[in-house]
């Protein structure tokens, strides 16, 4: 009988909790859209907008590699080095050519 209450209960909680999820998303995509279109963008909603855009206009992962994003995770997981920024630049650059060739 316990159960009979608890079901429905859960089932609604988990539909509520679905719904507030979609609709956040969905706020917050029409807010970046509003700073798109009044180019007030900043740089990690401009980044959120590439990656929404992804795969509808055929983006692939490995075109999205970054300088500043590549420099950080080699300074997490090596060490910094005058030279890192550098030799990250030149790297992705050799990649970005070698893969839009």
Request: aromatic share 6%.
């Given at each position: 009988m316990r159960d009979l209450?608890?079901?429905?209960?859960?089932?609604?909680a988990s539909w509520m909790q679905h719904r507030r999820f979609r609709t956040v998303r969905r706020v917050a995509?029409?807010?970046?859209?509003?700073c798109y279109g009044m180019d007030r963008l900043s740089a990690?909603?401009?980044?959120?907008?590439m990656l929404d855009c992804r795969y509808p206009a055929g983006w692939h992962?490995?075109?999205?590699?970054?300088?500043?994003?590549?420099l950080e995770q080699a300074r997490e997981d090596i060490?910094?080095?005058p030279e890192l920024p550098r030799l990250i630049a030149d790297g992705c650059a050799c990649?970005?050519?070698k893969w839009e060739s």
């Open positions: 209450v608890h079901l429905p209960l859960r089932s609604l995509r029409w807010r970046r859209a509003w990690d909603d401009a980044q959120r907008v992962p490995l075109l999205m590699l970054t300088v500043e994003d590549t060490a910094d080095h990649v970005g050519d």
